[in-house]
């Protein structure tokens, strides 16, 4: 298993552009996640996926969409990248019990100049 | 509003001394709770959970945590720290929702 994927690992947009980042996992979850990590802080919850065409708002949803047309996939896109959206992002999944652990990507480090 | 704390940003040990790194939780019913690491540029891994019974977990690396419900804490332990264990650490607690704390970076002095 290849467990969870990020693409890409890393990214320089200029204001305003847009862009998607990609987020796969092979482990059959049906919850998915994505937070960001900004400097010397913690996860920030963006959006999360209970399972296949259903998403939900976390933390700090504001700048963000995000899809869920498969199991598999969990795509996170910015339109309209700010400065404020330099962050690393990360892209988590679960078994969707509470006591099961999230499994993480290696994360996705944006750089909006 | 429900939290994780972990009160030291950082924590500093010698190498071969044991570590604690600590971690109370202000959430209602009895939550779940786990420890993941974070190696530098690296994403978020799995340490240790606590579900439910013995108080003292057992988890990767040689790690451990303490549980104590009236306290609500869930520290975490080693009795012998190593360079390698040096990195960031977040502890986190879920009733239908994650909560996660801010992360305790720990250095370990060779």
């Known amino acids: 298993n290849a467990g969870v994927t990020q693409t890409p690992k890393f990214r320089i947009l200029k204001i305003g552009q847009s862009m998607t980042l990609q987020c796969t996992q092979d482990?059959?979850?049906?919850?998915m996640y994505w937070y960001r990590q900004d400097p010397g802080m913690g996860l920030k919850l963006i959006y999360y996926s209970v399972g296949a065409g259903i998403t939900d708002k976390g933390e700090v949803p504001n700048g963000y969409n995000v899809s869920r047309s498969t199991t598999e996939d969990f795509p996170l896109r910015l339109e309209l990248a700010a400065p404020s959206q330099t962050s690393v992002y990360f892209c988590a999944s679960t078994t969707g019990t509470g006591q099961n652990e999230q499994f993480f990507g290696p994360g996705t480090r944006l750089t909006v100049l | 509003a429900q939290s994780v704390a972990q009160p030291e940003d950082q924590v500093n040990v010698a190498e071969g001394n044991p570590l604690t790194v600590k971690c109370t939780y202000s959430?209602?019913?009895?939550?779940?709770l786990f420890w993941y690491v974070q190696y530098p540029n690296r994403g978020l891994q799995f340490l240790l959970k606590?579900?439910?019974?013995d108080n003292l977990v057992k988890g990767s690396y040689g790690f451990e945590a303490e549980f104590n419900k009236s306290q609500t804490s869930f520290h975490l332990k080693k009795p012998s720290a190593l360079v390698s264990d040096s990195a960031l650490y977040f502890c986190a607690a879920n009733n239908y929702q994650l909560i996660w704390g801010a992360g305790t970076k720990l250095i370990i002095k060779p």
């Open positions: 959430v209602s019913g009895n939550p779940y």
């Open positions: 606590y579900i439910t019974g």
């Open positions: 482990m059959n979850h049906n919850y």
